[in-house]
């Protein structure tokens, strides 16, 4: 018998909660017979969602949390004061092995400080990073640390590569993944000093396919499957990726009723134009696992709408059954320089 | 009598030297009488190019240079090594006020250290940044330090915010403009160590109009007029800029010529989708002036064609009128915080 993945799924957080969360969880519950949905939250609310859908009632069921962390609440008094909000809720499942994965569309702050505090790391692991799948030329790439630990030092990074190559090689299904560290030359000799200090630590891996240095121009044409970087770099790369992305094509549609002729063009290119510009939409790829937690912890964007949330309900079933945990796990403990 | 600009213009840098610097040359000269152009490089080779325009004689003249730097050459060497080359010979015309600036495709390493070490600093600067225009929503921005100074300290990024400050309100003709640090969130205290030692420091400044922290989402969308960060993060940006702008017109060319609808289509939208991207084509704003030197240093890309090369000429033109260098030496040298 298949085994099951019970994922804890945070209801009220996001901008779109509860409505697309309880959405997401029924699509994806009839998706993979092998997932049962805990829908943390007001029971009520949820609820009164759960009548607009038919579905299997042993895979969905509701666990209430009277309180809610909002985005603006600094983190760690959030974490520490409201026990009984769905984040903290959420996240005690998976610690307690109720729950293998706790997935949340909330507060950032608060899901990297109650995935460090109330999931905790596994033992070895210096710092848990954000890893968000971005879109590229050629299909996608891992990018991490997005946002989790800013001014990590060369030995976090190290782990985030080998982590990332994990990732990518079990959940993604690529092959021996290519690993580039981001850089602003492709040169060994160029880069600020932590990546100088990195860059030699990560040639000398053997459990990675180290490639050297990635520009970040070179990110969207798809040069590396695992991009390494510290945090506050990561998350700008994310967040810049989207802001360009929209600002053009915002524009061409501009500039697509800027003539009748082009209004009539328009009308002609727009079923090729939708189908290639969903290859770039972030919400075709599911959430940011932090990785290298005693569980899985996954951060869908604040503005994650059902198919966010069943892709990513879904990815975690892929974690659990690639036994992502384990590898990293055994990884971790190995010394990688000695490594066959 | 108006006074002349004079640029040393290298004519043996970039992908397409010297025949679109030579062109660039004779276009800017055309367009503004009150300038004058040396191009340095190898004279014949320099001529034969010039042969094929007519030009005013006492607008352009021709400095032999026997030397190149090559790209792939380690900077600091070349630059003292190849005392003969364009570089060189351009940069100590500006060092010896034979020319009021000077403009390269080559080398960015060279241009650096070169800017340094021959031009050398206004009293008083640390570090001069490398500041690009880069392409948003509302018009353009400039992007400071975009490669110059990794690890930059606080007071670093502080002088950047102020001599950016000067180039936008003076050069650009953007009044009071906003001045934002790149951070990975909105509120105070979002960030790394440096932007957290250098956002209050930021805020105290009289003599800017600084607006707090630009996640990288906004920097598209054009929230800060002047966009303050380290050089490593400031590469990234400008990089994924061209990089993510790149792909994503590739992949709607490629959707445009995916069914016989949508070839169609394309033809009607072609001239209205051409102008909207022109909009967010980098060449339209010139070349990326290293700020705070004794004399002026513009690096254009490796790629630039004749158009960007006219720009940047007359760009410096507008640097010279609009006496850049004598406000960032007053700027500089009074304690900003005490200023009115």
Known sequence: MTEITNIALDAMGGDNAPAEMVKGAVDAAEKEPAMKVFLIGQEEVIRRELTKYQFNQAQIEVVHASEVIETAEPPVNAIRRKKDSSIVVGMKMVKA???????????SGAILVGGQTLVGRIKGVERPPLASLIPTEKGVSLLLDCGANVDARASH?????????????????????????????????KGNALVKETFPLLKELKDIHFTGSVEAREIPHGQADV????????????????????????????????????????????????????????????????????????????????????????????????????????????????AE
């Open 97 to 107: 092995g109720k729950a293998d994965a706790f997935v949340s569309a909330g507060s």
């Open 157 to 189: 990074l190290v782990q985030f590569a080998r982590m990332g190559s994990i990732y990518m090689e079990h959940v993604l299904g690529v092959q021996n993944p290519k690993v580039g560290i981001v850089n602003i030359g492709a040169e060994e000799e």
């Open 227 to 338: 991009v390494v970087c510290e945090a506050f770099s990561g998350n700008i790369i994310l967040k810049l990726y989207e802001g360009v992305g929209a600002v053009l094509i915002s524009k061409v549609k501009e500039g697509l009723m800027s003539t009748l002729r082009s209004k009539i063009g328009a009308l002609l290119i727009k079923p090729a134009l939708k189908q290639t510009l969903k290859a770039f939409d972030a919400s075709e790829y599911g959430g940011a696992p932090l990785l290298g937690l005693n569980g899985l912890v996954v951060k869908t964007h604040g503005s994650a709408k059902a198919k966010e949330v069943s892709n990513t309900l879904i990815q975690c079933v892929t974690f659990k059954r690639q036994k992502i945990n384990e590898k990293i796990r055994e990884c971790i403990q190995t010394d990688a320089v000695s």
